[in-house]
């Protein structure tokens, strides 16, 4: 048994970190969100949702955002049609959790993996506004696509990014590199 604990030690070691990082982060992030009681939408969802309407703006969409009170989300109108309702789920928290905990799996210096963290996660932040908004005029222009933009493209995008920011970490300053 000690023999396979040495020989699948980094291995290991990368599950222990990913599995602790990845708790440590949810649970905080779970504590944040036990602040609301559902009936009211957290104010991640609510920045995100505000910053979408600030970017189509910038592009003369005509966007609004309308809080639904005892629902715990936000409908989204584009042109006054109600295409979309917002989520905590559409705040890509998980998903910034999920790259933080894999970014400390595969650690690297602790400065440049604290700067990666943070760029990345703003980064995914960033593009995960233009996704909704991009999601939004989509769904506003074609409307019986909702399954396919919703469930697969959308989603695909954002993944996307995450995985080539992984690939990125990976290659380039992970201390597994070496």
């Known amino acids: 048994m000690k023999k396979y604990l040495i020989l699948y030690r980094p291995f290991l070691v990368f599950l222990a970190k990913f599995f602790l990082t990845y708790a440590v982060l949810t649970l905080i992030y779970q504590g944040y969100l036990s602040r609301f009681d559902g009936s009211s939408v957290d104010s991640i ?9 600030q970017l189509l703006h910038l592009f003369g969409v005509d966007f609004r955002l309308k809080e639904v009170f005892q629902t715990g989300f936000i409908t989204l109108f584009y042109n006054q049609q109600a295409v979309a309702r917002m989520i905590e789920g559409c705040n890509a928290v998980s998903v910034i959790i999920l790259f ?18 943070l760029a990345g996660s703003f980064f995914i932040y960033v593009l995960n506004v233009v996704r909704i908004a991009l999601l939004c ?13 919703h469930e697969i493209v959308f989603p695909l995008f954002i993944y996307g990014v995450v995985f080539v920011l992984w690939v990125i970490w990976v290659n380039k300053f992970s201390l597994y590199v070496r």
């Open 100 to 117: 933080a905990a894999f970014i400390v799996a595969f650690s690297g210096k602790k400065r440049t993996t604290l700067i990666f963290i």
């Open 137 to 149: 005029s989509a769904l506003y222009w074609f409307p019986d696509h909702e399954g396919l933009l």
């Open 45 to 53: 969802t609510h920045f995100v949702a505000e910053n979408t309407k």
